[in-house]
């Protein structure tokens, strides 16, 4: 069965400074991968998804996400945090069923 | 824009009682899905659907069933309540079946049994 695995279950970050959200994953086939972000008391949001077409994948609000075959990696990046990214975020693996990792709360200090 | 409506944000049911929940989507997707989230183990699938009258179980099935007898409507029942399904319930829709289909979230139920 296909899974992600979140490494982190916690990331603090200092404003301005990179953020690195790790994200493994297990699959038989070339998978579908997607990151939404949950704010406080908020829905789930749509950050960016991979679809194949190519690995480094750019998203809403600065993030971006690499796909790396050889590592089963799908790690979301930022070069530069901002308070407002402070938020849970959650990465998803899909093959007809979409399974979510069990998320990285994600701090930014001022 | 896709709206995925749940028909309540606050439930409170007590132990035993059978609990309906109820979601409806409005752009004719095919598939439909019913998440429960808890604070350190993220949303767990619990049964999804392609299509009308079809179901298929998620990760954690036991103690939920759900039924889809129209296109727009995923019904999620708990047969009887314990309290350690207290928890928030979402439901989601996505276009298709293909791979790269997002999803689209209703706001979500906070049930808690008591």
């Known amino acids: 069965a296909q899974s992600v695995t979140q490494l982190d279950s916690h990331v603090s970050v200092s404003e301005g400074t990179p953020v690195l959200l790790r994200c493994n994953y297990s699959?038989?086939?070339?998978?579908?991968l997607f990151w939404y972000v949950q704010h406080p008391n908020k829905g789930l949001q749509l950050l960016l998804k991979?679809?194949?077409?190519?690995?480094l994948v750019k998203g809403i609000n600065g993030f971006e996400a690499e796909f790396k075959k050889s590592e089963t990696s799908f790690h979301l990046t930022k070069p530069s945090a901002h308070m407002s990214d402070a938020a849970e975020y959650f990465c998803?693996?899909?093959?007809?069923?979409?399974?979510f990792g069990a998320g990285t709360r994600l701090t930014v200090k001022p | 824009d896709v709206k995925v409506t749940q028909s309540s944000r606050y439930l409170v049911k007590r132990t035993g009682e059978k609990v309906f929940l109820e979601c409806v989507q409005d752009?004719?997707?095919?598939?439909m899905f019913w998440y429960r989230q808890d604070p350190g183990l993220g949303l767990r699938l619990i049964y999804f659907?392609?299509?009308?009258?079809?179901?298929e179980k998620g990760d954690i099935p036991e103690g939920y069933s759900v039924s889809r007898e129209k296109k727009e409507r995923f019904s999620l029942i708990l047969e009887s309540a314990s309290t350690n399904q207290t928890s928030m319930y979402l439901c989601?829709?996505?276009?298709?079946?293909?791979?790269?289909?997002?999803?689209?979230f209703g706001n979500g139920t906070r049930l808690t049994v008591t």
């Open positions: 659907s392609y299509d009308v009258k079809m179901k």
């Open positions: 989601a829709s996505s276009p298709n079946r293909l791979y790269n289909s997002p999803l689209h």
């Open positions: 699959s038989s086939y070339s998978p579908s």
């Open positions: 752009m004719d997707h095919e598939n």
């Open positions: 998803v693996i899909n093959n007809n069923d979409m399974r």
């Open positions: 991979y679809t194949s077409a190519a690995t």
